[in-house]
C-alpha cells in the first residue's frame, strides 16, 4: 500500500504564492517520477509539473516561470511552489507518485488538495 498526502492548498488571491507538499508513505521503492497535475471543473486532468529521479523537470506551459516543483528523497516528498498565481490556476491539485517495478510501473494519486485563486 502507498499512501499519498497532500497539504498546503487554500484560497489566494491573484498575484499570491502558495507551497504544495506531498507525502509518500508505505511500501516505497524504486520512485521513479514524483509531480503534480491538476483538473479543474468538467475539465481533463493536466499535467502541472513533475521530476524524475534524475531531476528533469518537465513543466506545463502555462505554469512555466511561476511554479517550481523540488524533491526530498529522503523524506520522499515532492513539493510546489506557486508564483504569480492568477484565476486559472484554481483547480483541485494532485500529487502524483510513479514507481518502476522492473519492466511494469505503478502509478499512485493522492486525494487532491483545491486551490482557489480569486479576489
Known amino acids: 500500500q502507498v499512501q499519498l498526502v497532500e497539504s498546503g492548498g487554500g484560497l489566494v488571491q491573484p498575484g499570491g504564492s502558495l507551497r504544495l507538499s506531498c507525502a509518500a508513505s508505505?511500501?516505497?521503492?524504486?520512485?521513479?517520477?514524483m509531480g503534480w497535475y491538476r483538473q479543474a471543473p468538467g475539465k481533463e486532468r493536466e499535467l502541472v509539473a513533475t521530476m524524475s529521479n534524475f531531476g528533469l523537470t518537465n513543466y506545463a506551459d502555462s505554469v512555466k516561470g511561476r511554479f517550481t516543483v523540488s524533491r526530498d528523497n529522503a523524506k520522499n516528498t515532492v513539493y510546489l511552489q506557486m508564483n504569480n498565481l492568477t484565476p486559472g490556476d484554481t483547480s483541485v491539485y494532485y500529487c502524483?507518485?510513479?514507481?518502476?517495478?522492473?519492466?511494469?510501473?505503478?502509478?499512485?494519486w493522492g486525494q487532491g488538495t483545491q486551490v482557489t485563486v480569486s479576489s
Open positions: 502524483y507518485l510513479q514507481m518502476l517495478y522492473g519492466p511494469s510501473v505503478a502509478n499512485y
Open positions: 508505505g511500501s516505497i521503492r524504486n520512485i521513479n517520477t
